[in-house]
T-cell receptor
Framework: GAVVSQHPSWVICKSGTSVKIECRSL??????MFWYRQFPKQSLMLMAT?????????EQGVEKDKFLINHASLTLSTLTVTSAHPEDSSFYIC???????????????FGDGTRLSIL | RKEVEQDPGPFNVPEGATVAFNCTYS??????FFWYRQDCRKEPKLLMS???SGNEDGRFTAQLNRASQYISLLIRDSKLSDSATYLC??????????FGSGTRLLVRP
């Protein structure tokens, strides 16, 4: 099955630090990857859609200068939380969809998630 | 109103019971639907896709009613390992997923 790897799985750092999270599709090409955030006891909320070779599309209310997304290849997208503060502490999860020509509605496969704690 | 709504539960059932979860969606443009399972502090894992014709995978049966904008998941012969949060998810044509807040299931011995 499709495998999506996310790294690191857990980060604890001081306020003001920038944190980079990587999301890799290991056995398929993903032209589109998605970044979600989940606060305790809440559902996943889409932050942005990451498109290979172009700018990410951010959801309303998500600061693009705060959450920098780079999708440099068909297997790698990165999310950088710049100058992180305690309120940015959350569970960040990426996903990727195996996109094949002529196929639609492919389910998304999720990375393991990154638990970010800002002190 | 949320785009995808679910009863948060928890549903507390004994082993072997049959349990059903319901979900409604408000965006008629949603094209495909899924049920994901999420264990505590873990990433969601795809349980099954949902089709209008209904689909079954072992003890799990999913159904989609587009006219009523309603999705269901039936779990038969519940196992202890079924305890988790079940997420109802809709997707539009751009593959963007909209998650429900999840229904928590607790299966007791």
């Amino acid at each position: 099955g499709a495998v999506v790897s996310q790294h690191p799985s857990w980060v604890i750092c001081k306020s003001g630090t920038s944190v980079k999270i990587e999301c890799r599709s290991l056995d398929f090409q993903a032209t589109t990857m998605f970044w979600y955030r989940q606060f305790p006891k809440q559902s996943l909320m889409l932050m942005a859609t990451s498109n290979e070779g172009s700018k990410a599309t951010y959801e309303q209310g998500v600061e693009k200068d705060k959450f920098l997304i780079n999708h440099a290849s068909l297997t790698l997208s990165t999310l950088t939380v710049t100058s992180a503060h305690p309120e940015d502490s959350s569970f960040y999860i990426c996903s990727a969809s195996r996109v094949r020509e002529g196929e639609r509605n492919q389910p998304q496969h999720f990375g393991d998630g990154t638990r970010l704690s800002i002190l | 109103r949320k785009e995808v709504e679910q009863d948060p539960g928890p549903f507390n059932v004994p082993e072997g019971a049959t349990v059903a979860f319901n979900c409604t969606y408000s965006n008629s443009a949603s094209q495909s639907f899924f049920w994901y399972r999420q264990d505590c502090r873990k990433e969601p894992k795809l349980l099954m896709s949902v089709y209008s014709s209904g689909n079954e995978d072992g003890r799990f049966t999913a159904q989609l009613n587009r006219a009523s904008q309603y999705i269901s998941l039936l779990i038969r012969d519940s196992k202890l390992s079924d305890s988790a949060t079940y997420l109802c998810v809709g997707a539009d044509s751009s593959y963007k997923l909209i998650f429900g807040s999840g229904t928590r299931l607790l299966v007791r011995p």
